[in-house]
């Protein structure tokens, strides 16, 4: 950890204190760092906009990709005041930054009644075993679709 | 699968058809069901968006909070044109529907070149495996925002 790390962590933790402070939604801050830069901030605001998916991992990727013009975070680093929650950890996948750092862990969000640690379990759970009733139906129409993706010559992959 | 289900599914496989033939994005829709009622659409739209969150079922969650105006998708169905990656369940996870069909699989979705099937194997991996390097720093700093978080009187919780 060099000190830009840690001031750059700093920030992110401070983030998670002032949405929380604001009413926004949990305590939880991460921003996305860039050639030594900030070009994206994010905070939890899932119960002040309606959005489950307004995490802070996930705005702060969000506004970077926003600011950057790009749906990839190529050479980014996130710092996030929290480790992510699978739907974050899903989203930083796609967003391909070259590294994470965290400060808490999913046992601390537990701690504190977040369901991270439940999730982290449900998600390698064979579909059969998991608490939301999952089934899969009309694969063979699904995958039409997906035979005219792979045919189709304008397409824009990611 | 009632004949209802299926309509539905169609519905979703249509949404999937119509964002790929607009060059939104990849082939994959989803659409959020409540008492028998579409409430939510979603289609990906990545690459069009700048924004590598907007998968189908992430578009239709937050379709659906937004319209239904409210953070928690109590009693809804979630049908999806393809199975859920994990940064998608873990979304449906936290908008708590009480059910979700998919149609396609994640092993469809491999073979057209999407990352699903790559990302459920990194996310049960302890993090020193995983492609995105990934460290924890300065933890006790971060969860003195979680305590006070726990002590805070007038948090939303969810």
């Known amino acids: 950890m060099t000190e830009q790390d840690k001031q750059f962590m700093i920030e992110a933790i401070q983030l998670s204190r002032n ?20 070009v994206g901030r994010g905070n939890n605001k899932v119960t ?23 749906f990839q975070l190529d050479d980014c680093i996130i710092y996030s005041s929290c480790e992510p929650c699978p739907m974050c950890l899903g989203a ?10 965290f400060a808490c862990s999913r046992e601390d969000a537990a701690n504190i009644n977040f369901d991270d640690d439940f999730i982290y379990k449900e998600i390698p759970l064979p579909i059969d075993q ?14 039409e679709v ?3 993706w792979a045919a189709k010559e304008d397409k824009k992959e990611y």
């Not at 939880?28 to 830069?37: E, L, R």
């Not at 930083?92 to 750092?101: M, S, V």
Request: with cysteine.
């Open 19 to 38: 949405g929380m402070q604001n009413n926004e939604g949990g305590p939880f801050g991460a921003i996305v760092v860039k050639d030594g830069k900030i």
């Open 92 to 101: 930083i996948y796609w967003a391909r930054p070259k590294k994470l750092y």
């Open 146 to 148: 997906f035979n005219e």
């Open 130 to 143: 998991r608490q939301i009733p999952t089934a899969q139906i009309m694969q063979e129409k699904g995958v």
């Open 48 to 70: 002040s906009s309606n959005d489950p998916t307004a995490h802070a991992e996930v705005t702060a990727i969000r506004d970077a990709c926003k600011n950057l013009g790009t």
